[in-house]
């Protein structure tokens, strides 16, 4: 009988299929970045409760989190030049639509479905933060830009770098669709290779051993930043060289 | 001229008539108390002197610069609040930053002093109020009482002309009144003009140059310690200080 399971295979392939991580990486964080400004955006458009602008981004959330990814990518794919084409006829342009390279179509889509679930991690971590705190910022004189910068925004990033982070480790396995927009990431890799011999079950372990490790890692580096930027559980030793200045006013205020 | 003076303050909210036209005038040094039944506007007045709520109308004086409450505009309230400051109830305290940082953040921020200049004036406020020991604790590592002596701390490095403090010991434990009152009562020694609100009457007697009644959105009483306490001539005025001393003297209730 032949080989069911090829168990070097699967070992021997990932270096094959490393060849094609840069692409699967690139793709994840420029997602990533449209995803938290776009989402940073919608969010501020949202609480501020800006008329017309509001009520659109309402839509798109909804629009956004109720299809699934895939299809989200195939319309990127074949309504971005659609668009294109008509922009053309009707305004006399010239974009060549053949020149857009397919990883684009997949870092809008991914992108733009990010920022819909970013958005609402990013409107609810800002809402945490305690009212009293921004009346203290502003009694002070701070400008309602500094009371964002340097009140509203740290405090809302610790409470939502782990939702973020979870959103993050969706969006990185969300890239291995990106073969619909013929974009060639370690799982289209993965498909090609397995056509040549056809071991496609060997192919799958490899590309779930490489998408595991890296998870894995954004977990460690998730968990890092969280302690960093977290207040320490226990107060510091105060110092116990100043005088005890509290029984010192006290006589001097007797 | 006095160094405040407000002038036809209004508030309300929805139908409700919070604050009805209030004229105060505030010398410098001075420690004005305002006392009242509760939901009669003491800490809407307050709030209302730094805008954190918008008054429909009145205008306001301080050393010398006049800003028209209703009209103002947004460079005029930052110039406004920057005359003033605000301790709370609540302390409010940046929970992300540790005392020294909360006591440097404003001077650091909106004094533009620089970093260094920052710190070293907030050692001093913070020393000043007795926290010189606990400069690298968060918030969450202070007692209500130290969390309230930092906030007092953090809006004496500010310099202000007029400090505002509603209710600063209400949220305390009893036993860490004390320690905040104290703090209240240098910062009135060390010349701050101080407008509070505050419901500590032995306080009030010992410390404030001056009592208001508010009842209504209006002042019903103005005078010094012994004129509104000892020998209180409004009926209003009365009733409430009867009320609070019943509650004094609740011990007698006691089986």
Same mark, same amino acid.
């Given at each position: 009988m032949a080989k069911l399971f090829d168990f070097q295979l699967v070992f021997t392939e990932i270096p094959d299929l490393l060849a094609y991580l840069p692409t699967t990486l690139f793709l994840t964080f420029v997602a990533l970045l449209i995803g938290l400004l776009v989402g940073f955006v919608i969010a501020i458009v949202r609480m501020n409760k800006i008329p017309v602008l509001s009520q659109l981004a309402t839509a798109f959330v909804s629009v956004l989190r109720g299809t699934p990814i895939i299809v989200q990518l195939y319309i990127s794919y074949f309504g971005i030049p659609i668009a294109l084409k008509y922009i053309n006829y009707y305004r006399g342009t010239d974009f060549n639509i053949n020149d857009i390279p397919g990883i684009i179509f997949a870092m809008i889509a991914l992108g733009l479905n990010q920022s819909a679930f970013d958005s609402e991690t990013i409107r609810s971590a800002i809402q945490s933060v305690d009212k009293g705190q921004l009346e203290a910022a502003k009694s002070m004189g701070m400008t309602g830009w500094q009371v964002l910068r340097r009140v509203t925004i740290p405090q809302a990033v610790s409470v939502a770098l782990l939702p973020l982070g979870n959103s993050l480790i969706a969006l990185i396995k969300g890239t291995s669709l990106a073969f619909t927009c013929s974009v060639m990431e370690i799982t289209a890799a993965g498909k090609v290779l397995a056509g040549r011999n056809y071991r496609y079950f060997e192919v799958y372990c490899s590309l779930a051993i490489i998408y595991w490790v890296i998870t894995f890692i954004l977990e460690r580096v998730m968990a890092a930043i969280e302690k960093k930027v977290s207040i320490p559980e226990q107060p510091p030793e105060t110092e116990k060289s100043l005088p005890k200045q509290s029984e010192a006013r006290k006589e001097a205020l007797a | 001229m006095s160094l405040v003076?407000?002038?036809?303050?209004?508030?309300?909210? %929805?139908?409700?008539?919070?604050?009805?036209?209030?004229?105060?005038?505030?010398?410098? %040094?001075?420690?004005?108390?305002?006392?009242?039944?509760?939901?009669?506007?003491?800490?809407?007045?307050?709030?209302?002197?730094?805008?954190?709520?918008?008054?429909?109308?009145?205008?306001? $004086?301080?050393?010398?610069? $006049?800003?028209?409450?209703?009209?103002? $505009?947004?460079?005029?309230?930052?110039?406004?609040?920057?005359?003033?400051?605000?301790?709370?109830?609540?302390?409010?305290?940046?929970?992300?930053?540790?005392?020294?940082?909360?006591?440097?953040?404003?001077?650091?921020?909106?004094?533009?002093?620089?970093?260094?200049?920052?710190?070293?004036?907030?050692?001093?406020?913070?020393?000043?109020?007795?926290? %010189?020991?606990?400069?690298?604790?968060?918030?969450?590592?202070?007692?209500? %009482?130290?969390?309230?002596?930092?906030?007092?701390?953090?809006?004496?490095?500010?310099?202000?002309?007029?400090?505002?403090?509603?209710?600063?010991?209400s949220a305390l434990d009893p036993e860490l009144v004390g320690e905040v009152l104290l703090t209240i009562k240098q910062a009135a020694k060390d010349g701050y003009t101080i407008l509070l609100v505050t419901h500590e009457m032995d306080f009030v007697k010992n410390v404030a140059d001056r009592i208001i009644f508010l009842e209504e959105g209006k002042i019903v009483a103005d005078g010094t310690p012994r004129e509104i306490l000892d020998n209180p001539e409004n009926e209003r005025l009365r009733t409430f200080l009867r009320n609070i001393n019943m509650l004094r003297t609740a011990d007698d209730y006691v089986i």
């Open positions: - | 003076e407000i002038k036809g303050l209004k508030k309300s909210f %929805g139908n409700n008539v919070v604050l009805d036209g209030i004229d105060l005038s505030i010398e410098e %040094g001075e420690v004005v108390a305002i006392i009242g039944p509760s939901g009669t506007g003491k800490s809407t007045l307050l709030r209302s002197i730094n805008l954190l709520e918008k008054p429909e109308d009145g205008q306001i $004086t301080i050393d010398g610069e $006049t800003y028209d409450l209703s009209r103002i $505009t947004s460079k005029e309230k930052l110039g406004l609040r920057q005359h003033t400051e605000m301790v709370f109830q609540q302390f409010n305290l940046f929970k992300h930053r540790n005392a020294l940082e909360n006591v440097m953040e404003g001077l650091h921020v909106v004094k533009k002093l620089s970093k260094e200049e920052a710190r070293q004036a907030a050692l001093q406020e913070l020393r000043k109020v007795g926290m %010189g020991d606990r400069l690298y604790h968060y918030p969450r590592h202070l007692s209500g %009482g130290q969390q309230q002596r930092v906030a007092i701390a953090r809006a004496l490095a500010l310099k202000p002309k007029l400090l505002l403090m509603d209710e600063p010991t």
